[in-house]
C-alpha cells in the first residue's frame, strides 16, 4: 500500500497539523429547532469575531414528499437571500435491500454562478423515521477581501430508501460580509429537526 503524504512528507513524520488546517474546540454560538417551520435563518453570529463556523443538521425531516434541504446567504442581515454562488455535487448511495448502489457527479445539482438555493440533501420524504443529518462548514464569512468557501456533507434517508451521503462544495463569489444563512426546504416547510450553529475558537 503506497505511503499516504501531505505536501510530500509521510502523515507518520507529521508532527502536527499544517497551519493551513483550523484547529480549536467548537463554541456553540446558537441553535433553532423547527415544528413545521417556512425556514430556519441564522441572522446572528456569523462575524469577524472567528474565521470558521460550522452548521451541524440534527435529524432534520420534511413536511413533504420528494423535497430538497437547501441554502443560501446573505450579505444585508437576512434582507435577501440570493448571494451568487458557484457549487460542485457528487453524491454516492446505497439502497436499503442492496438492489442499487451508485458514486456520481452531480451535474445537475451544481450551480454556476447563479442566485438560486443551494441543494444540501435531496428527495426527503415525509415519514417519522426519516430526515437527514450533516453539516456545513462556512470559512471566513466576514471577509471583505476574498470570496467565501463552504463545504456540505450530509447524510440522508431518502424517499426510497437510500442512504444518500450528498457533498457539495462551492464558494459566495462576494467581497461582501456573509452575515446571515438561511436553510429551508425546495417546497413545503421543515418538519422537526435541530441546526446548530458553532465557531472554531482558537483561543
Known amino acids: ?47 469577524s469575531t472567528y474565521k ?23 450579505t444585508d442581515s437576512g434582507s435577501n437571500y440570493n448571494v451568487t454562488k458557484t457549487t460542485t455535487v457528487f453524491v454516492a448511495y446505497h439502497k436499503e435491500d442492496g438492489s442499487d448502489a451508485v458514486l456520481e457527479y452531480g451535474g445537475n445539482e451544481d450551480l454556476a454562478q447563479s442566485t438560486a438555493f443551494q441543494n444540501i440533501s435531496t428527495n426527503l420524504k415525509n415519514d417519522s423515521d426519516m430526515g437527514t443529518s450533516g453539516s456545513l462548514t462556512l470559512f471566513n464569512p466576514a471577509s471583505t477581501t476574498y470570496v467565501k468557501h463552504f463545504i456540505a456533507r450530509t447524510n440522508g434517508m431518502n424517499q426510497n430508501t437510500y442512504s444518500m451521503d450528498y457533498n457539495t462544495a462551492g464558494y459566495f463569489n462576494t467581497t ?28
Open 176 to 203: 461582501s460580509a456573509i452575515n446571515a444563512v438561511r436553510f429551508q426546504m425546495s417546497t413545503g416547510n421543515i418538519a422537526a429537526g435541530t441546526i446548530y450553529l458553532y465557531a472554531i475558537d482558537n483561543s
Open 1 to 47: 500500500m503506497p505511503l499516504i503524504k501531505y505536501n510530500n512528507q509521510s502523515l507518520s513524520s507529521l508532527t502536527a497539523l499544517p497551519a493551513a488546517i483550523p484547529t480549536g474546540k467548537l463554541k456553540l454560538i446558537s441553535s433553532q429547532t423547527a415544528s413545521d417551520s417556512a425556514s430556519i435563518s441564522f441572522t446572528t453570529g456569523l462575524n
Open 52 to 74: 470558521v463556523y460550522k452548521f451541524v443538521f440534527v435529524n432534520i425531516s420534511s413536511a413533504t414528499n420528494n423535497v430538497n434541504l437547501v441554502f443560501n446567504g446573505s
